[in-house]
């Protein structure tokens, strides 16, 4: 490296530095403090330690670790007290993780401070720990100044702390820094910062971890998934008997699904597919759960041979019973004075099951209790276990099935439904309707009529029971209780259910119903796969052309070829003949309309230099002439402005003053409104202008006269041409009559010419306003991007004027460059630019002011954050209202052109044209939805109203990944197709 | 070394396409000048924290798109403004003269004592110039508010502009604070106060 280029190299070192440091101190001033993770803190950091670096004599110091200025720190600090402070610190934060490596303050580590998600054992340390701590403590620019005074120990002579002026330099930069306060914590005043966006993410990307963002959270999604996992347990419940073992016995035990009556060991069976004759002791037990009550009969075997050898127990889980009791109508009891007592159940199909022998001491009678108790309130034994006669509530069970009585007597209970069992008819009524419904019936069914049902019933148990035993009453408090659990349960799902018919409703419309699969699509139209695709030059196929373009997009080359396709102007099934045919037809057209405007663009710039000639002249004349002249020009000027109103304000509030125009024209002359009078004075005013102008023109040839070049010749002609058109305006004679070519426009247009074109006034006007517009506008259009230059600028020109010309009701409106821009640069041929932009501009005319489709986008929006994003549409509906969603404005007016580079928006424009067709025609709502989601830890987290969120995403422009927004939108078009489904 | 601000003004720029608002904004909140600048499309706003006697005041400054047709998004942000700055171009007749119909937008559209200030920007054009500082002044006076010109580009007064917007809002306000129960403050003015207001300023004020 030669003496030069190595100046030049420190020189660098150092103006980086001054930069961050000036950037630094900047954020101070306009801020309250700088942020510990601010961008500029990073930059300046990684400022230092390249300077830090050039030229340390590593070897010479045995520094051989991965950051030599760390290694450099930990030696000075025997030296300096500063760098013992930073040294220690360091060494505590890189002990306190034992995970990472030490000493590489350049690899991302872990950082004990602010962390506002716990959830993350550690984070990522930033970068460049020890110039970071010392800046905080306020000790770098000592340390350096250390390391500046004893450079000649650690570093080579030519290096930038050796030199006696950039070292000296680099310390005192750094005292500006290090005398700053510097923040990690969230202060309430946060809010009032403004950190900028890429600090934001970077702060984002800093606080969480290096997982890619997090899929879009669909809490109704998971909503949907936990329901369905809880009608699957039910199910479960319902018809399983092949649980595995342990899941089996602990089934038996109090659990949080079912709830234990009764349990009692050694209760005889005799199973009825057993081998064995003698009945076998098992587990007895009554479990309640929401769907009713259980009788659940295991063996012994099973209960207690868990620890044995695992012999064929499988047989024994034959022998297990379970037996729902809502089975079950008849229970027999049979008493018995040597054992306990048999049970034997009935089915509603007559069939019994096996005998239940019960030892003896009075289970029997337990457990018939248990069961009536538990049937309460829908159900109860017929006759009643207890005697309901006994008024003083004592507990008096039947005489025949006291044990103490020696009769051995039979008794047959019914189980019986209660009169509540309608009211459960009715629910499950209601529940069927919900399902059949369709959704808009299901929205009305009336909720406070059933839950005021509820709660009735609730009331009738207790009414019902009056003298009931406490116990029972108790179990009918559970009970209802527990209903009402349910009962909330199902108001869950039944707003589910309307979520899901909004959905519906509303949302519906905004996908296709169909789920185009985009298997082998990742790859887009390739030229392989063009060139499958286009046999003979005729594309047949468009679903598949439609489909790979979606899900991935076109290989740049073949944009040119294929994107009139997808805007429509190429007919899919055309030949390259009849394409080529299209192509001549519309280039004859697109230059027929350009000689038409270009003559009217001829007069309207003449008419301009006039009119500029005349504020010159009258800027000059100002001080001698009086006010007679310049209130002429003015009135002549106004005429456009008021024109401008017309045209822009007649959808606007003030549609009275623009109906009477003749008056502001006169207010403006300052002249009385007589009707009567205006033509007059318009003729004779006109006359003195026609004359005035002469006399600027003539008289005062060297104001200006320059650029008017090869058209100077013209001028007495032009004049005496306007006054003509103006004229005919007046009189409301305005012939458009056109279709010269432009050379011949100069010499053929004038007032004696007979195959000349007049134009009225009004068309004059109309059109030199948007000529105005569309020139300030183009002009600067992407300036900066290298397709640009000043010939490609006046083709963009072209063509935009050529559409105003076609669509004067329309008019040009700023954004239309915006969007043709993209285009021209893909073809670069203006005809097919302009026949292109024209279908482009069917769907998107519908954004810009006059049309009504920007309202619907929002509507849109708003509908589909709130059912797919509720804490996202939570913060913009209570962080002042942004529900709105003003700042998506730009995105849907330009179809993300602003937000994205040239490359991103090909990419991103073509698969809005081609999702129409395979997912959504509403395709730039989900865009707009995946932009917001990929920011929405970042907006959540630092809880942004309005303000922040314009500023955030115009600072964001041009910055995103567009490649993952893209793929997130397809993602989420294709999560609302499902959620419609229902699947 | 940390400092917060004791108010927050939101101050909105209008005018014509191609006046040079973006610019001028651009000159005020970065200091620097950009020839790169495309047609402002939907709106923007940049921050800048200024000192006024002491005070500091945060200037959220709103951009909006020119074209007249786009007024519909853009009068929905006159409504939370409380100083507007009018910019035509001294080099173009037509943006002078449209300032009548901005001005009617604004009384149509914004709270009735919103500050007004009008700017002739462009004015490093001398050569192209179309509006006389003369009849800039005049138009101003016409409607009662302060007039400077101004150039992005060259980098003359703009700041002097903002300043003076600024003080004035400033002053409107406390005298407004003043005139209302001084304790209680006035109702549109607490909006833009920060809760935390420590001091008793009312004491300091310099300007009445």
């Known amino acids: ?983 | 070394m940390a400092k917060t601000y004791d108010y927050l003004f939101k101050l909105l720029l209008i005018g014509d396409s191609g006046v040079g608002k973006t610019c001028v904004l651009f000159r005020f909140s970065e200091d620097a000048f950009n020839t790169t600048f495309i047609s402002t499309i939907g709106i923007d706003f940049k921050i800048r924290t200024i000192d006024l006697d002491g005070k500091k005041i945060k200037l959220q400054i709103w951009d909006t798109a020119g074209q007249e047709r786009f007024r519909t998004i853009t009068t929905a942000y006159y409504r939370g403004a409380m100083g507007i700055m009018l910019v035509y171009d001294i080099t173009n007749e037509k943006s002078f003269e449209n300032i009548k119909n901005w001005i009617r937008n604004i009384e149509e559209n914004a709270s009735a004592d919103v500050e007004k200030m009008l700017l002739g920007n462009k004015c490093e054009l001398e050569e192209k110039r179309q509006v006389s500082k003369e009849r800039g002044e005049q138009l101003a006076i016409e409607y009662g508010i302060k007039f400077i010109e101004t150039s992005a580009k060259a980098s003359i007064r703009v700041e002097e502009a903002f300043f003076t917007l600024a003080r004035d809002i400033k002053a409107k306000m406390e005298k407004k604070l003043e005139a209302s129960n001084p304790p209680k403050g006035g109702h549109q003015l607490k909006a833009s106060e920060p809760q935390r207001k420590p001091t008793n300023w009312l004491s300091r004020c310099s300007l009445l």
Not at chain 1, 50 to 68: E, I, P, V
Not at chain 1, 541 to 548: F, G, S, V
Request: glycine share 4%; proline share 4%.
């Open chain 1, 1 to 983: 490296m030669s003496l030069n280029n190595e100046n030049e190299y420190k020189g660098r070192l150092i103006a980086a530095v001054k930069k961050e440091v000036k950037q630094v101190m900047e954020e101070s001033v306009t801020r309250k403090f700088v942020h510990e993770e601010s961008g500029s803190v990073t930059s300046l950091c990684a400022a230092v330690e390249a300077c830090l670096s050039q030229g340390l004599r590593r070897r010479a110091l045995g520094l051989f670790k991965t950051s030599s200025t760390t290694a450099l720190l930990h030696k000075i600090a025997k030296h300096s007290r500063e760098a013992a402070i930073i040294s220690k610190k360091v060494q505590e934060i890189e002990n306190s993780d034992p995970n990472r490596r030490s000493s590489s303050s350049s690899e991302s580590l872990t950082k004990p401070t602010l962390k506002k998600n716990h959830s993350l054992p550690s984070t990522p340390l930033p970068k460049y720990l020890w110039i970071r701590l010392a800046l905080f403590e306020k000790q770098l620019a000592k340390i350096i100044d250390y390391l500046v005074s004893n450079a000649n120990k650690y570093y080579d002579k030519d290096a930038l702390v050796a030199d006696p002026d950039y070292g000296s330099i680099l310390s005192s930069l750094l005292v500006g820094p290090c005398a700053l306060d510097y923040s990690r914590t969230k202060t309430p005043d946060h809010f009032w910062t403004d950190p900028p966006a890429d600090e934001l993410v970077q702060r984002h990307r800093i606080s969480s971890s290096h997982s890619t963002p997090p899929p879009v959270r669909r809490p109704i999604l998971n909503f949907r998934r936990s329901l369905n996992a809880s009608s699957e347990d039910s199910i479960t419940n319902r018809t399983t008997t092949q649980h595995l073992a342990k899941d089996y016995v602990e089934s038996l035990h109090q659990n949080s699904r079912a709830t234990l009556l009764f349990g009692k060991n050694n209760v005889l069976v005799l199973p009825v597919n057993a081998d064995v004759s003698q009945p076998m002791p098992g587990y007895l037990s009554l479990h309640q759960t929401a769907s009713g009550l259980t009788i659940k009969w295991t063996p012994n075997q099973l209960m207690n041979g868990f620890t044995d050898e695992v012999q064929d127990k499988s047989v024994f889980w034959d022998y297990a019973l379970q037996v729902r009791l809502d089975e079950i109508v008849y229970v027999h009891c049979h008493q018995d004075s040597e054992t306990g007592g048999t049970v034997i159940l009935v089915g509603q199909d007559g069939v019994q099951r096996p005998p239940i022998h019960f030892p003896k001491g009075g289970h029997m009678l337990a457990f018939l209790s248990c069961i009536e108790t538990g049937l309460l309130p829908r159900g109860r034994l017929d006759p009643p276990l207890w005697s309901q006669r006994c008024s003083n509530k004592r507990r008096r069970p039947l005489p025949a099935l006291s044990e103490t009585e020696e009769t051995t007597k039979d008794y047959v209970f019914r189980i019986a439904d209660n009169t509540t069992h309608k009211d459960i008819l009715k629910q499950n009524e209601l529940m069927d309707t919900h399902i059949a419904l369709p959704p808009k019936s299901r929205v009305q069914l009336p909720s406070t009529s059933t839950s005021s049902e509820s709660s009735t019933k609730s009331f009738s148990i207790d009414q019902n029971a009056p003298d009931s035993p406490p116990s029972i009453c108790i179990q009918a408090v559970c009970d209802s209780m527990k209903r009402q659990i349910i009962s909330r349960a199902f108001y869950g799902w039944l707003a589910y259910c309307r979520h899901l018919s909004t959905v519906r409703t509303h949302l519906s419309g905004l996908v296709n119903s169909k789920i185009v699969n985009g298997e082998g699509a990742s790859d887009g139209i390739t030229v392989e796969k063009w060139n499958e695709l286009c046999t003979d030059g005729v594309v047949t196929d468009h679903a598949e052309l439609y489909r790979l373009t979606y899900f991935g997009g076109i290989a740049h080359d073949l944009r040119k070829d294929l994107w009139p396709y997808l805007l429509g102007h190429y007919k899919f099934g055309s030949t390259t003949q009849q394409r080529m045919e299209l192509s001549e037809e519309t280039k004859q057209a697109y230059e027929n309309t350009m000689s038409e405007w270009l003559a009217v663009e001829a007069i309207v710039r003449q008419r301009d230099k006039e009119t500029q000639a005349n504020a010159i002249a009258k800027l000059s004349s100002e001080s001698m002439s009086g006010e007679q002249v310049p209130a002429q020009i003015q009135r002549d000027l106004s005429n456009e402005v008021f024109e401008d109103n017309i045209s822009d304000e007649d959808s606007g509030p003030n549609v009275e003053e623009e109906d009477k125009p003749e008056r502001t024209r006169q207010n403006t002359i300052k002249y009385d409104s007589d009707p009567e009078q205006d033509e007059k004075e318009e003729r004779y005013q006109q006359q003195q202008l026609k004359d005035f102008i002469h006399n600027v023109i003539v008289t005062n040839a060297s104001v200006d006269m320059g650029n008017l070049g090869s058209e100077i010749e013209a001028n007495g002609h032009r004049n005496d041409l306007d006054v003509v058109a103006e004229e005919n305006s007046s009189l409301d004679t305005c012939i458009e009559t056109h279709g010269l070519a432009s050379p011949a426009m100069s010499t053929c247009v004038s007032p004696a010419s007979s195959n000349g074109g007049v134009y009225s006034q009004e068309l004059l006007e109309t059109f030199g306003l948007n000529l105005h517009r569309i020139e300030k506008d183009v002009q600067r259009c992407d300036r900066n991007y290298w397709y640009f230059t000043v010939e490609n600028l006046d083709k963009l020109r072209n063509v935009m004027c050529t559409y105003v010309w076609e669509h004067l009701d329309i008019g040009y409106m700023q954004g239309m460059c915006d969007l043709v821009a993209p285009l021209l640069v893909i073809f670069n041929d203006e005809s097919l630019t302009y026949a292109c932009f024209c279908h482009l501009m069917e769907r998107m005319v519908e954004n810009f002011p006059n049309g009504n489709a920007m309202d619907c986008h929002f509507a849109n929006m708003r509908s589909l954050i709130q059912i797919l994003d509720s804490e996202m549409y939570e913060l913009m509906h209570s962080h002042g209202d942004y529900t709105h969603f003003y700042f998506c404005y730009r995105w849907f007016l330009l179809d993300f052109k602003r937000e994205l580079v040239y490359p991103d928006v090909y990419a991103t424009w073509e698969v809005i044209w081609a999702a129409q067709h395979v997912a959504s025609s509403h395709f730039v709502l989900f865009l707009a939805l995946a932009l917001l989601e990929t920011y929405r830890d970042i907006i959540l987290s630092n809880c942004m109203d309005f303000t922040d969120i314009i500023k955030f995403f115009n600072e964001m422009a041009e910055r995103h990944n567009a490649a993952a927004v893209l793929s997130l939108a397809r993602d989420l078009v294709l999560q609302l197709q499902l959620l419609i489904e229902n699947k």
